[in-house]
């Protein structure tokens, strides 16, 4: 028997940081939803009780250094699951982005595993499996659209975004997001996002309301230390897309679009400065 689990990147509509915790995790406050950018995960049985991961991807370790290896051997351990597993990732979605793709592969593995192996796992089990992988595995376990609190293991699910497409630029660097938190400062941050302004714009399907509203604070660390990340948003602003702002961490940067009609441009435009841009639509 074989199982397929599609895992779509994430991205941040808002990113606020709120306070340092006494446990050394950052008090977060965000909305995130997903986008129609996915690794596929086949799962297939093996009659010895091992884990073997392959990827078509040459630059993503094959151990237990990924997170769907990681999930895989979670949940054999923790329901004493005896049967091994065969793991394909094909992957798309670049790896350290601030698209949440190692997380979204452990989300897939996790659901794909528990139709494996008929364990009857709840969803919510599953997220609380997911919270001791990543912070950003329980929202990828469900998908949708969250406001995630917390380390960001604490969601609540609200309602989707009105329909559109997303262009994704990704430069040539890798961030790491341990780095970016290290260097946040909370009392260095001027403005942030207004959860309250998000929520009433999704609520009433302003695709420019989200737009204006859209905020990350880790921008104000990330882009100083990356000034290619500041130039792809100014390209990306220029070439008309109408809401752009750094997922995540970054060094992502997406723009939100409303008309087909000017993705070319933009798409276009992006290649001169960067390999890996993606035009796909939200998923809602």
Not at 138 to 159: N, S
Not at 264 to 269: D, L, P, S, T, V
């Amino acid at each position: 028997m074989k199982v397929y689990e599609k895992a779509p990147a994430k991205i941040n509509l808002m990113l606020d940081v709120l306070r340092k915790r006494e446990d050394g995790f950052h008090e977060v406050e965000m909305v995130m939803t997903m986008v129609d950018l996915a690794d596929r995960l086949e799962m297939e049985e093996l009659p010895r009780d091992t884990i073997i991961i392959s990827s078509q991807a040459g630059y993503i370790p094959l151990d237990e250094k990924n997170l769907a290896f990681q999930a895989a051997k979670l949940i054999k351990e923790r329901y004493e699951v005896r049967q091994g597993v065969y793991i394909h990732l094909d992957k798309k979605i670049p790896v350290a982005a601030g698209l949440a793709g190692g997380s979204s592969d452990a989300a897939a593995a996790l659901r794909g595993l528990n139709r494996l192996w008929r364990l009857n796992i709840s969803e919510q089990e599953l997220q609380v499996l997911g919270s001791e992988l990543g912070s950003d595995v329980p929202f990828c376990v469900t998908g949708g659209t969250a406001i995630a609190r917390g380390r960001g293991e604490k969601l609540e699910h609200i309602a989707n975004p009105p329909q559109c497409w997303v262009v994704l630029a990704k430069p040539p660097i890798n961030v790491s997001t341990a780095d970016v938190y290290g260097r946040f400062r909370v009392n260095r941050i001027d403005k942030h996002p207004s959860l309250p302004s998000m929520l009433e714009a999704i609520e009433s399907q302003s695709f420019h309301r989200i737009c204006d509203n859209l905020g990350n604070v880790l921008e104000d660390v990330t882009l100083p230390m990356h000034p290619e990340v500041q130039q792809l948003k100014e390209a990306m602003i220029r070439l008309g897309a109408e809401g752009v702002l750094m997922s995540g961490s970054g060094p992502t940067v997406f723009g939100l679009v409303s008309k087909e009609s000017k993705i070319a441009r933009i798409y276009n435009g992006l290649r001169g400065f960067c390999k890996e841009v993606y035009a796909v639509r939200m998923l809602t």
